[in-house]
Nanobody, 126 residues
Framework: QVQLVESGGGLVQAGGSLRLSCAASGLTFSIYTMGWFRQAPGKEREFVAA????????YYADSVKGRFTISRDNAKNTVYLHMNSLKPDDTAVYYCAAPRRAFSNVVTSVDGMDYWGKGTLVTVSS
C-alpha cells in the first residue's frame, strides 16, 4: 500500500522560507516521478512542482518559478519542496503526489496523479 506523508508546514511571515518533506513508502521510490500540488481555500488544486524519477528534470508552475525548488533523496525515499520568498498567495494545503506508473514522464496535472498524501498546511502572513 502506497503511503505519502507530508510534513514541514506551518505559519511563516511573508518573505520567509519553509521546507516541506514527503516521505514515501509502499513503492520503489527511485523509479517514480514525484510532484507537489497545493489547494488554497475556495480554489481548485493546482500544480506546484515536479521532479522526474531520475531527478534529472524539474518543472515548476510559473507562480513559484525562481522561489521554490523541488528535490529528492532516493536513499531516504523523500521528496522535498524548498520554498523561499513566500507570499500570502502561497497560503494553501500542500500535497505530495505520485502517478501509478513507474518510469513515467513528469506529471503536472492533478488528474495524472494516482497517489496522494493528506497534505500539510502552509500559512503565509502579510
Amino acid at each position: 500500500q502506497v503511503q505519502l506523508v507530508e510534513s514541514g508546514g506551518g505559519l511563516v511571515q511573508a518573505g520567509g522560507s519553509l521546507r516541506l518533506s514527503c516521505a514515501a513508502s509502499g513503492l520503489t521510490f527511485s523509479i517514480y516521478t514525484m510532484g507537489w500540488f497545493r489547494q488554497a481555500p475556495g480554489k481548485e488544486r493546482e500544480f506546484v512542482a515536479a521532479v522526474s524519477w531520475s531527478g534529472g528534470s524539474t518543472y515548476y508552475a510559473d507562480s513559484v518559478k525562481g522561489r521554490f525548488t523541488i528535490s529528492r533523496d532516493n536513499a531516504k525515499n523523500t521528496v522535498y519542496l524548498h520554498m523561499n520568498s513566500l507570499k500570502p498567495d502561497d497560503t494553501a494545503v500542500y500535497y505530495c503526489a505520485a502517478p501509478r506508473r513507474a518510469f513515467s514522464n513528469v506529471v503536472t496535472s492533478v488528474d495524472g496523479m494516482d497517489y496522494w498524501g493528506k497534505g500539510t498546511l502552509v500559512t503565509v502572513s502579510s
